[in-house]
C-alpha cells in the first residue's frame, strides 16, 4: 500500500476516534448530570438511602447538581449533541428527555453575529439555566432556579440586553430583566420604576410604587392562555424604539397597549396581572 493511502486512512481513523471521544464525552457528562439530579430528587423525597433532610445538604445538594450540569455546558460540542429533539413548532428550541424525571432544553439566540445558547434543565424538585456565548464557549450568565425557559433575548444597546423568562407554576406567566452584559458575566441591574407586586406582606399582588427593581412581571394564570388571545401573556419588545410593552385585554377582546421606552438606563413599567382586567376564564375565543 502506497504511504499517501496509508497516511489517509490513519488520518481518517483519528479523526473518528476524535469524533467518538467527544461524543462519549457529552453522554458521560451528561449521565453523571442525571445521576446527580436524580440523587437529589431522592434527598427531596426522603428516599431511604439518602443524605440527612437538611438545610445544609440541600445548600450542597443543589450546589453539586449546578456544577455538573455545568460541566455539560461547557463541553465545547455539548450545542451540537445529536441525541436533541426538536421542540414542535419551535426550531430554535430543542430537548433531551433523561428520564421520566429529569429534562434538558437548549435554544439559541443570534445577536450582534454572536450565537448565545441557553442550556436549561428542569425536575419534580429543581431547576434552572445558564446562557453560553457559544463561539468563546464561556457561561455568561446563571439563572436562579426559579425558572427553566427562556422566552426571548433582545440587545437594548452595545451594553444591555433585555432577558424574557418564563416562569409560573405552568410556564403562563412572564418576567422581564435587563442585563448588564459589557463584563466577562452578565449582572441584572435596577433597570424597571413603577409599582410593583410582593411589596405587602401576606398580599402579593397588592402593588406598590418602588423607585427602582430589577424585574418587570406580567402574571397569567393558565387558564387565560386557553381562553384568551395567544399574546395575552406576551412581553414584546421593539429595537428600532427601545420600548417595551403587553397587552392588557378586555373581556371584548379589545386591548390596550401599554409601553415604556428605555430612557436614562430605565424602562417606567407597573406590574400586571392578566386578572385585573379580565375575570376568571377568561374571555371567549371562536373556534
Not at 61 to 74: A, G, M, S, W
Not at 80 to 97: A, I, M, P, S, W
Request: glycine residues 4%; proline residues 3%.
Amino acid at each position: 500500500m502506497k504511504t499517501g493511502k496509508i497516511f489517509k486512512m490513519v488520518t481518517t481513523l483519528c479523526v473518528i476516534a476524535l469524533l467518538d471521544t467527544n461524543l462519549y464525552a457529552q453522554a458521560t457528562e451528561l449521565e453523571n448530570f442525571q445521576k446527580q439530579l436524580n440523587a437529589y430528587i431522592n434527598f427531596t423525597l426522603g428516599k431511604k438511602g439518602a443524605l440527612p433532610l437538611n438545610a445544609a445538604n440541600q445548600v450542597k445538594f443543589r450546589k453539586k447538581v449546578d456544577e455538573t450540569f455545568k460541566t455539560f455546558v461547557l463541553h465545547k460540542d455539548s450545542y451540537g449533541y445529536d441525541k436533541y429533539v426538536v421542540v414542535k413548532n419551535d426550531e430554535k428550541t430543542k430537548f433531551l428527555r433523561l428520564d421520566d424525571r429529569v429534562t434538558v432544553y437548549i435554544t439559541h439566540f443570534l445577536i450582534n453575529k454572536k450565537t448565545y445558547v441557553v442550556y436549561s434543565y428542569t425536575s419534580v424538585s429543581k431547576r434552572n439555566y445558564y446562557i453560553k456565548e457559544n463561539e468563546s464557549n464561556r457561561v455568561v450568565y446563571e439563572g436562579n432556579s426559579t425558572t427553566y425557559l427562556i422566552d426571548n433575548l433582545y440587545p437594548i444597546d452595545d451594553k444591555h440586553f433585555l432577558l424574557i423568562e418564563k416562569n409560573g407554576d405552568f410556564n403562563s406567566s412572564r418576567s422581564a430583566v435587563v442585563l448588564l452584559v459589557n463584563a466577562p458575566r452578565w449582572t441584572k441591574i435596577k433597570a424597571f420604576e413603577g409599582k410593583a407586586f410582593g411589596q405587602v406582606p401576606a398580599d402579593y399582588f397588592n402593588k406598590k410604587f418602588v423607585k427602582r427593581r430589577t424585574e418587570f412581571q406580567l402574571v397569567c394564570e393558565m387558564d387565560f392562555t386557553f381562553s384568551a388571545p395567544a399574546d395575552v401573556n406576551s412581553i414584546f419588545f421593539d429595537p428600532a424604539t427601545k420600548t417595551i410593552s403587553y397587552k392588557q385585554y378586555a373581556e371584548n377582546k379589545k386591548f390596550k397597549l401599554v409601553t415604556a421606552k428605555w430612557e436614562n438606563d430605565v424602562f417606567v413599567i407597573d406590574d400586571y396581572n392578566v386578572e385585573e382586567n379580565l375575570p376568571a376564564g377568561g374571555i371567549a375565543v371562536p373556534g
